[in-house]
């Protein structure tokens, strides 16, 4: 079974600083995909990074990285030089072999100025 | 461009009612998905479609919840007898097998009063 931890509810930044949000994972599927989205107090779901199981380098996408470490099943998103706007929730999720792509439970991001 | 279309974005229905959701997705892609989110929470998984391949239902938290997709493109989600605990946004996304990740649309906001 395929299964998405995020055990931060919420976190806090100062405005320019990075941080890390946490995820762990697990499947037994030797394939899969691991992807990050932002949720904004509107609701829509915006998708960040994605990482696939077999890529050697850890994706980045400008100011966002996917800290991919395999061994662990870990899934780490740093976000660096932190911004107002990123004030937000932070969901990650795994999609397996089948296609079908669960998600963790969340974290909430504050960055204050 | 078209993207992922949720309709209505706003249901108000008495308990005990049935509603239906629906969810168009963007055109050509193969995957759909349904998923609950609770105020708050994260993404609770309930039905994933990909192309004509029996649906993974295993997401469905009781026998009132159904989902059906007609033609490999609009879906359409059901919930009979509705209670207070079904009020949640429920989020529709889809993907093809050539993109990475999965496009959502804006939510039906269902409130069962």
């Known amino acids: 079974a395929q299964k998405i931890t995020q055990t931060q509810p919420g976190m806090f930044v100062q405005e320019k600083e990075a941080v890390t949000l946490d995820c762990t994972y697990d499947?037994?599927?030797?394939?899969?995909?691991l992807f990050w989205y932002k949720q904004p107090s509107s609701g829509e779901m915006i998708f960040l990074i994605y990482?696939?199981?077999?890529?050697?380098q850890n994706a980045t996408e400008g100011r966002y990285s996917l800290n991919f470490q395999k061994a662990r099943k870990s899934a780490n998103l740093v976000i660096s030089a932190s911004q107002l706007g990123d004030s937000a929730m932070y969901f990650c999720?795994?999609?397996?072999?089948?296609?079908?792509?669960?998600f963790g439970q969340g974290t909430t991001l504050q960055v204050k100025p | 461009g078209a993207g992922v279309s949720q309709s209505p974005s706003n249901k108000v229905t008495e308990k005990g009612k049935d509603v239906e959701l629906r969810c168009d997705p963007i055109?050509?892609?193969?995957?759909l998905y349904w998923y609950r989110q609770s105020l708050g929470q994260g993404l609770e998984f309930l039905i994933y479609?990909?192309?004509?391949?029996?649906?993974?239902k295993s997401g469905l938290p009781s026998d009132r919840f159904s989902a059906e997709r007609t033609g490999g493109s609009v879906s359409t989600l059901t919930i009979q007898r509705t209670q207070q605990e079904d009020s949640a946004v429920y989020l529709c996304?889809?993907?093809?097998?050539?993109?990475?990740?999965?496009?959502f649309g804006q939510g039906t906001r269902l409130t069962v009063v």
């Open positions: 996304a889809s993907s093809s097998r050539t993109a990475v990740e999965a496009f």
């Open positions: 499947t037994s599927d030797p394939s899969y995909g």
């Open positions: 990482q696939g199981s077999y890529d050697q």
């Open positions: 999720a795994m999609r397996g072999s089948t296609g079908k792509l669960i």
């Open positions: 055109s050509g892609h193969t995957a």
């Open positions: 479609f990909q192309g004509n391949s029996a649906p993974d």
